[in-house]
């Protein structure tokens, strides 16, 4: 069982990336960066965004980690949405994917993987 949380870009979930669909497909055939649960169970703990621009991200897993623990809900990894990695990527995001990545690993101990479905 992998236990996940996805963080979106906020200026694009259910703007141009409507209703998290794409996500939720990729999950259910295990596209993408979800390939690598080919042979577990998914179970999604909680879908977030980035808190915003610039990338308010820390604040935001610091709240979704201390609810995990209030709701005994244990995560075991922290996906980038695709969407930040359009952002970044097409639209000037100021989020360093690499670094927030680290930084989000060394303060929570959740490994992190940037990226989530292949469209
Ligand atoms: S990439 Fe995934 S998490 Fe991001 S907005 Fe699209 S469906 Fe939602
Ligand atoms: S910081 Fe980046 S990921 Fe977050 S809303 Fe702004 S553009 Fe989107």
Known sequence: MARIVIL?????????????????KAIKERAGEFGRYSNEEIDIVAMG????????????????????KAYDRP?????????IKKAVGTAKCP???????????EKT????IIGTHPW
Do not use: R
């Open 8 to 24: 979106s870009c906020k200026k694009i979930k259910d703007v141009t990336c409507v209703s998290c669909m794409k996500c939720f």
């Open 49 to 68: 965004d980035c808190g915003d621009c610039p990338g308010l991200v820390m604040p935001k897993v610091g709240l979704i980690v201390d609810l995990s």
């Open 75 to 83: 995560i075991d990894y922290i996906h980038l949405g695709s969407c």
């Open 95 to 105: 989020i360093d994917l690499t670094a927030i990545s680290k930084t989000i690993e």
């Open 109 to 112: 101990g959740i490994p992190v």
